[in-house]
Each structure stands twice: as structure tokens, then as C-alpha cells.
């Protein structure tokens, strides 16, 4: 249970990263938009965190490159996340 707690809070602090860099762009542009269509800003945060999951674990656990396009697809699908839903 803690590892997976540490895994959010990495998985969140790597979004407000980006948030303060401002890269990608898409990550300040998905808040803005999550946060105007009712969600607050922990819950936008989180579902950012959901699309940047599978990135991470792409690049920690199978040692591929970082997949920007996809990162930034599964962004402008959010509030939705099918990628969940995939085996």
C-alpha cells in the first residue's frame, strides 16, 4: 500500500512539474480545461495522472522512450480514460 501511494505522489509531483515548466503545454491546457467543465483541482490533477501513468510505466518498467503523442492523446481524451479498459 505504500508503494502505490509513492507511486501517486511521484506520479503527481511529475504533473505539477510540468505544470510549473509549462511542458508539455497540453498538461496547463487540460487543467484548464477539466477545472472549467466542473472538476476540481485535485481531482484534474489526478486524471492527468492517470494519462501519464502509462507513460511511466513504459519508461520505468520496460525502459522504452517517453511517448509524448500518446501522452498528449490520452490528455485530450480526459475527462474519459479508455486506455484503461485495454488489456
Known amino acids: 500500500m505504500q508503494d ?4 501517486q505522489a511521484m506520479l503527481f509531483e511529475v504533473v ?15 487543467l ?10 485535485d481531482d484534474a490533477i489526478a486524471m492527468i495522472a492517470c ?5 511511466m510505466v513504459d519508461v520505468i518498467e520496460h525502459q522504452q ?11 485530450n481524451l480526459l475527462p474519459q480514460t ?3 479498459e485495454e488489456s
Open 32 to 41: 484548464m480545461r477539466l477545472r472549467m467543465t466542473g472538476s476540481s483541482y
Open 65 to 75: 522512450s517517453f511517448n509524448l503523442a500518446r501522452y498528449v492523446s490520452h490528455l
Open 16 to 30: 505539477e512539474n510540468q505544470l510549473a515548466d509549462n511542458y508539455p503545454s497540453e498538461v496547463k491546457a487540460t
Open 51 to 55: 494519462a501519464l501513468a502509462p507513460e
Open 4 to 7: 502505490e501511494q509513492l507511486d
Open 82 to 84: 479508455p486506455w484503461l
